[in-house]
T-cell receptor, first 112, second 109 residues
Framework: SQTIHQWPATLVQPVGSPLSLECTVE??????LYWYRQAAGRGLQLLFY??????ISSEVPQNLSASRPQDRQFILSSKKLLLSDSGFYLC???????????FGDGTRLSIL | KNEVEQSPQNLTAQEGEFITINCSYS?????LHWLQQHPGGGIVSLFM???GKKKHGRLIATINIQEKHSSLHITASHPRDSAVYIC???????????FGKGTRLHILP
């Protein structure tokens, strides 16, 4: 069966520090991968999606970036975090577009 | 105006009640998703619809493409159904996913 792992579950970082959140999927090949953010009191926002290794589409301009170095690995990064980057970050996968997405447990990121 | 509107924003009901959450959208879509977000933040995909109706246990989702409207129903609601329910659509125009702001449901025992 397929599983998705996302870590860490909670992260507290100072402003200006770098960020790396990792997401891996097991049990499937060539999944579509997604990074979402949910800011406090706001809805979900799609940040990045990837349909294959090295293929990243950015949905909103920001100081975050994403990379997909391996088929089932999706990394969300920042060189310098801003206060506005605080939020709940979710990784998800699907077998294709318009297919049900399966979510990780999320990372709660607090910027101090 | 948001392209995806959900109603109500908040809903409190007694255990056993029939629950309806509505989602209206203003763009042409290729698919609509209903998601459930638990208090800890974890999200589960409940349904993906492009037409008609789907049922899973006590949950029923319907969509009317002509009216650009979808409903999520919960029969015999239970306190464990308490969560935020989110409607999301994939826009046919630009392929983007657009999320509603969610409906916070609280079922009282």
């Amino acid at each position: 069966s397929q599983t998705i792992h996302q870590w860490p579950a909670t992260l507290v970082q100072p402003v200006g520090s770098p960020l790396s959140l990792e997401c891996t999927v097991e049990g499937t090949s060539n999944p579509n991968l997604y990074w979402y953010r949910q800011a406090a009191g706001r809805g979900l926002q799609l940040l990045f999606y990837s349909v294959g290794i090295g293929q990243i589409s950015s949905e909103v301009p920001q100081n975050l970036s994403a990379s997909r170095p391996q088929d089932r690995q999706f990394i969300l990064s920042s060189k310098k975090l801003l206060l506005s980057d605080s939020g709940f970050y979710l990784c998800a996968w699907s077998i294709g577009e318009d297919q049900p997405q399966h979510f990780g447990d999320g990372t709660r990121l607090s910027i101090l | 105006k948001n392209e995806v509107e959900q109603s109500p924003q908040n809903l409190t009901a007694q255990e056993g009640e029939f629950i309806t959450i509505n989602c209206s959208y203003s763009v042409g879509i290729s698919a609509l998703h209903w998601l459930q977000q638990h208090p800890g933040g974890g999200i589960v995909s409940l349904f993906m619809l492009s037409s008609g109706k789907k049922k899973h246990g006590r949950l029923i989702a319907t969509i009317n493409i002509q009216e650009k409207h979808s409903s999520l129903h919960i029969t015999a609601s239970h306190p464990r159904d308490s969560a935020v329910y989110i409607c999301a659509v994939r826009s046919r125009r630009d392929d983007k996913i657009i999320f509603g702001k969610g409906t916070r449901l609280h079922i009282l025992p």
